[in-house]
């Protein structure tokens, strides 16, 4: 008896350890990835459709935006660019706040958070950004934190194609850059919609992948913005971003 009842004291011991372990480990992580975007990224507000949200992004003076690829520590930093399509759909949210707000919200493929951002100050009732890469969580809470806002609910594991959950909208910034994902992507969208009656917003500036995309004649236009030209610039000309809604009805 006195065998069995230490071996499970060793056993639960053992796992409060790894816990604890891995716990101090992942604030360790979180601390460093804190640390390296403050050093490497600079705090931008007005190059952009949307003035009023300030963000930590790569900038032509930052160090990595010429580097060495290889010198990079971590995977590609797509949470540093805040790309056309999700300029858009912050936008298209600041200027309409009631499509969000009293919604649950999910912000999927969420990047540098802005989206996210854009949905609670709009007065959105519950929030979730989703992207893969950790990285992007951190930096979602930094700028949730630059603008006075308590951080939505981050995400790091890929839910697409996953059970629905019961959202009210779903924010997609640039997220048809892949066809095989783009398709994924459009199985998914309507699972959640004919489960919980989602709503689905699209942001994305006309790259050949969205317009060739049979989810393309299923969307209804609701804005288009003219690119800042810096912001042009960094996209190799793209001049306009839309934001569509999904309407498979169509």
Not at 23 to 28: D, V
Not at 49 to 67: A, G, N, V
Not at 209 to 222: K, T
């Amino acid at each position: 008896m006195l065998t069995v009842m230490f071996g499970l004291f060793k056993s639960s011991t053992w796992t409060r350890c790894v816990k604890g372990s891995f716990t101090a480990f992942r604030r360790r992580c979180v601390s460093h990835s804190r640390r390296f975007i403050g050093e490497n990224t600079e705090v931008v507000g007005e190059q952009s459709l949307t003035p009023e949200l300030r963000l930590r992004l790569f900038t032509p003076s930052c160090r990595f935006w010429t580097e060495r690829p290889e010198l990079w520590p971590y995977e590609d930093p797509y949470w540093a660019i805040y790309w056309p399509g999700g300029q858009a759909l912050s936008r298209f949210l600041l200027d309409h706040p009631a499509v969000c707000r009293g919604q649950t919200v999910l912000d999927l493929g969420s990047g540098c958070g802005a989206s996210a951002i854009a949905a609670i100050l709009c007065g959105a009732a519950h929030v979730v950004a989703n992207d893969i890469d950790p990285v992007a969580a951190v930096a979602t809470h930094m700028n949730s934190e630059l603008n006075g806002l308590q951080p939505p609910v981050c995400l790091t594991h890929n839910i697409i194609g996953s059970p629905p959950a019961a959202f009210d909208l779903i924010l997609l910034g640039d997220m048809f850059y892949d066809q095989s994902l783009a398709t994924s992507l459009h199985s998914w969208l309507n699972r959640c919609m004919e489960t919980h009656g989602t709503k689905v917003l699209i942001g994305d500036p006309g790259r050949a992948q969205f317009e060739e995309h049979a989810i393309r004649r299923l969307l209804r236009p609701l804005a288009q913005f003219e690119l800042p030209d810096s912001v042009r610039e960094e996209n190799y000309g793209l001049s306009c971003s839309g934001v569509w809604s999904y309407t498979p009805e169509l």
